[in-house]
């Protein structure tokens, strides 16, 4: 049986890694699209709007979440019973966190075509990530709420 310390570190370590995995599907995707839209762009002849790595970078910040997450539950190593809460939230907040980015840059990608077309609606697509992206905030702020009652 693993002992409370172990079960922290491993929670830390699966809200990283999987926040990370996130980031890394969701800003691949979209990156895959821009690069498609700067294709299209220079084949008709038209400027590659520069805006679209904004589209690509937007999935990046759930690594962070899950980073804050990660030094969070690292700090609770002290502390008597506090491995399965941990090894708990690590693993389904860092779920969520990644599965925002990934869903993310789903819709970046979405959005790197449809700016590069049409070159308007950069404030609405904009928007619409950031909605995706407030799910990964509330896992993480809800998460650290329930590790601030493991004392």
């Known amino acids: 049986m693993m002992n409370d310390a172990a079960m922290i570190v491993a929670g830390a370590i699966a809200c990283l890694g999987l926040a990370g995995a996130g980031s890394a599907f969701g800003t691949g995707l979209a990156a895959a699209a821009a690069v498609g839209a700067w294709k299209k762009c220079y084949a008709a002849n038209k400027p590659a709007p520069f805006l679209l790595l904004s589209f690509v970078g937007a999935p990046i910040t759930q690594t962070l ?78 998460a650290l709420i329930a590790l601030a009652s493991v004392k």
């Open 65 to 142: 979440y899950g980073m804050i997450l990660m030094f969070i539950m690292l700090g609770k190593t002290g502390v008597q019973g506090a491995g399965v809460p941990c090894l708990v939230a690590g693993i389904f907040a860092g779920l969520a966190i990644g599965l925002s980015a990934l869903f993310q840059g789903r819709a970046g990608a979405a959005a790197c075509d449809a700016q590069a077309e049409t070159n308007q609606g950069f404030t609405n697509y904009l928007a619409a990530l950031g909605i995706v992206e407030t799910v990964a905030i509330f896992a993480m702020v809800f």
